[in-house]
């Protein structure tokens, strides 16, 4: 399902991003490489294209793309964009801060993996007052285009809980 919302500012949620036999096998190989990967110490990690071929051709199934600007018109500029996508770790208890995306990031999806439960995305109006969380649910999307000033948000990991999600970008180069 494909969920548009206008409010604090323009995103699209889709439940089910992956076909579900993928999704189960990136949730298995995902788990399998941080298993081997990320230590007990470890807070925050990124694994930018891990070499896992299995991972690599699962997420490639659904890579972002330039369709989503028909619904997501207000996006930065660009002459040039490529994918970049990273598998990302988080122990918690964790927070990353109020943030809007760097300036190379036009349009930007993060999809939740697992556990079953977790903290969400939340998201904030233009003066950083919270506004809204996107409730974590696995295999549910978060795409937006990221607009100066305007796309804040964070996101948290309970203590004693972890965090795997799949970030995708399409970036500009200048």
């Known amino acids: 399902m494909v969920v548009v919302y206008d409010n ?37 990690q990124e694994f930018q294209n891990p070499d896992n071929l299995i991972l690599k051709d699962c997420i490639n199934s659904r890579l972002l793309d330039e369709s989503y600007f028909h619904v997501l018109p207000n996006h930065r500029p660009y002459n040039h964009l490529s994918p970049y996508w990273e598998l990302n770790f988080l122990r918690g208890p964790f927070s990353y801060p109020i943030h809007d995306e760097t300036p190379r990031k036009v349009l930007s999806c993060v999809v939740y993996v697992g556990p079953e439960q977790n903290a969400g995305t939340r998201l904030f ?50």
Do not use: M
């Open 8 to 44: 604090p500012w323009p995103h699209i949620v889709i439940d089910d991003y992956y076909e579900p036999h993928i999704f189960e096998t990136i949730l298995s190989e995902g788990k399998k490489f941080l298993a081997k990967n990320v230590d007990k110490t470890t807070r925050k």
């Open 125 to 174: 109006d233009k003066d950083k007052n919270f506004v809204k969380e996107v409730e974590w649910k696995p295999n549910r999307a978060l795409i937006f285009a990221a607009i100066d000033d305007v796309t804040w948000h964070d996101y948290t990991c309970p203590k004693g809980s972890l965090r795997i999600t799949i970030n995708q970008f399409l970036q500009r180069h200048e």
